[in-house]
């Protein structure tokens, strides 16, 4: 349970998936520390987004998440049962509560299976024996993600179909077994402008029918707002901010989500001209990250002998709104970063507890 008594449905503590990289096949170089002490609480019913520039770790956690990658360390709680990767059972089991959205849906469909095929598949697997069972399903699924009539979709094959309408079989594939949490990763990127807003609009109305925990992964703040209730900014592998939607976006505290809303593109003609101000550099090695905060290399308003030195905790500057940076510390250069002040007090403990 969250502090205001919500029930929640994943948990994530200490979260590090690091792969590791070796010379010809046994020196060893390192780790990638893709995702790197991430925690987190999803409630049940709730939408998260992870936003985040590309190699920022979003997907690699949505993959851990998923089972797909094995953690380094750190630990997944699931409707109240630890996530066990050696278990086989308890993975099985878990997987069948789980949907996962793909970002390409021209790649994520057998070519060689029709619509039928592919969405019974999974029922096969999670032991459904019954034929008219799992055409009931199939036809019901179909139906939900507005592939009508049903019977003219059933026999078609992949690229028989437009983006938009292979996307909803990968949506109806990632429903057919009702999971409790979906993971979308990108759903929508590979997809036009108009097929997007339909797209976002059937996965909302799904998460509000069946009361889904969703994870939304996007590199794009300007779809966020009108999917999920909290946001989480990643960068190098850490969550950075974390914030209810409309308070990040009205008021970001860290510079890299201020820089990533301003990143949004204008639709006003008026201002084509107009630069974007972006954070000069590229983003660090994730086998070799900068000391201290490692967006300092990028930051105007980094502090010289603090940022590039101590990693930074998460505090709270306004109530449910977390942030990793220095400036919302209340320190200055020199002045015991160690101890953090009142004004902005650490929030480690209880970060994405909402």
């Avoid at 703040?221 to 999920?228: A, M, N």
């Avoid at 972006?278 to 905060?293: D, K, R, T």
Wanted: aromatic share 6%.
């Amino acid at each position: 349970m969250t502090a205001d008594g919500a029930k929640v449905m994943l948990s994530v503590r200490g979260l590090r998936t690091w792969f590791e990289l070796r010379r010809f096949g046994f020196a060893r170089v390192g780790f990638v520390r893709a995702v790197d002490d991430v925690s987190f609480d999803l409630r049940r019913k709730e939408a998260a987004a992870f936003v985040g520039e590309s190699g920022c770790g979003k997907s690699s956690l949505a993959k851990t998440v998923l089972g797909l990658y094995k953690p380094h360390d750190g630990e997944i709680i699931f409707d109240g049962e630890p996530l066990d990767v050696h278990n086989s059972e308890r993975m099985a089991r878990y997987r069948s509560q789980i949907g996962y959205i793909q970002q390409d849906p021209y790649g994520a469909l057998p070519p060689f299976l029709d619509v039928r095929r592919i969405l019974a598949e999974p029922l096969i697997i999670q032991g459904v024996r019954s034929k008219k069972e799992r055409e009931r399903r199939i036809h019901e699924v179909l139906g939900e993600v507005k592939l009508l009539p049903v019977d003219d979709f059933l026999s078609k094959f992949p690229h028989m179909l437009s983006g938009g309408q292979q996307q909803r079989v990968v949506v109806a594939r990632a429903m057919i077994m009702r999971p409790k949490l979906l993971v979308a990763d990108e759903p929508v990127s590979m997809l036009d402008a108009s097929v997007r807003v339909e797209i976002l609009h059937l996965l909302r109305n799904l998460q509000r029918t069946h009361d889904l925990t969703v994870i939304y992964i996007t590199h794009d703040l300007s779809t966020v707002r009108h999917f999920s209730e909290r946001a989480f900014v990643m960068y190098a592998g850490k969550v950075v901010e974390t914030a209810p939607v409309d308070d990040l976006l009205a008021e970001p505290m860290h510079p890299y989500s201020k820089a990533l809303l301003g990143a949004i593109a204008d639709p006003d003609p008026k201002n084509a001209h107009c630069f974007r101000k972006v954070p000069p550099g590229e983003p660090p090695s994730l086998l070799n990250p900068p000391p201290g905060c490692s967006f300092h290399p990028r930051c105007a308003a980094a502090i010289e002998g603090l940022c590039d030195t101590k990693t930074p905790r998460s505090f709270e500057p306004r109530p449910r709104h977390l942030s990793a940076c220095w400036l919302q510390s209340g320190e200055e250069e020199g002045s015991g970063a160690d101890e953090p002040s009142n004004e902005g007090r650490p929030a480690s403990d209880r970060r994405g507890s909402g």
